[in-house]
């Protein structure tokens, strides 16, 4: 389980975060949404140390992680795994080899072992059909799986997506959407994705959490946030343009 508890952080006069305290259960798929600047990708690196926060402290199981050193923090992010908006695979290596490129740094598999454990992982986001291939062969939606793949290879409780789906089209968008929830449904991976993507945060996510202004505006289902009765909450989730919402 994550906890955030009371996190503030601030960029010189700018108070980004004001008080924020999220839980996410083991299991679940959480979806962070606002509009742009809102705070949400800054909230999730406090969980890999990319970020501190100037007060409040942030639970891992259970265990404070707030204040460990860069060397207390490499065991956190062998279990927090962070899948970035753009895939940023190397294009001079093939999709098995970029896949590959963990296990050997970080569990010292080399060869046809190397190969194989790499080729499991792509088979686990069914890309292993398309393992020699590169990059620059396809398509954005595509080489989001792959490092999808590359995330999982050390086998994370916890994977963080910041804007999965953000620039792919509607096909590649639902495929990786399928991708996150089977991710949760079959192998038990506890997801926390950033997003303002509203079909996906209605297809996917267990809970919604939407921060507005710094603060969580509100903190419940996607049913709830379907039927509430919060004017900024309506305006962002039915996408007007029109509302209370300040911008």
């Known amino acids: ?20 305290s999220l839980t996410v259960e083991k299991g679940s798929i959480l979806f962070i949404v606002g509009s742009s600047g809102a705070g949400k990708s800054v909230l999730v690196k406090h969980l890999v140390g990319l970020l501190r926060p100037d007060k409040g402290t942030v639970l891992l199981d259970g265990r404070d992680i707030t204040r460990l050193s860069e060397k207390e923090f490499y065991p956190v992010r062998m279990r927090c795994a ?8 190397f294009d001079s ?3 098995i080899e970029n896949v590959m490129l963990p296990l050997r740094k970080h569990k010292g598999l080399v060869g046809a072992p190397a190969r194989e454990a790499a080729l499991e992982f792509l088979r686990r986001v069914h890309m292993d059909h398309l393992a020699d291939r590169f990059p620059s062969d396809i398509g954005d939606g595509l080489r989001k799986r792959v490092a999808i793949a590359r995330a999982l290879t050390l086998g994370p409780d916890f994977v963080i997506f910041d804007e999965p789906t ?4 509607p096909l590649a968008a639902a495929n990786v959407d399928q991708l996150i929830r089977e991710l949760s449904d079959v192998q038990g991976v506890t997801s926390i994705v950033v997003s303002h ?17 710094g603060e969580v505006r509100m903190d419940g289902t996607p049913e709830q946030f379907r039927n509430t009765d ?18």
């Open 197 to 213: 993507d509203l079909r996906s945060i209605f297809s996917v996510a267990d809970r919604i959490a939407m921060i507005y202004q």
């Open 230 to 247: 919060d004017g900024v909450v309506r305006q962002f989730i039915r996408g007007l343009a029109e509302g209370p919402m300040v911008i």
């Open 166 to 169: 953000t620039g792919l089209d």
């Open 93 to 95: 290596m093939s999709l």
């Open 1 to 20: 389980m994550i906890e955030f508890r009371n996190i503030h952080k601030s960029f010189g006069n700018k108070h980004v975060l004001k008080d924020v």
């Open 82 to 89: 962070m899948v970035f908006q753009h895939s940023t695979l």
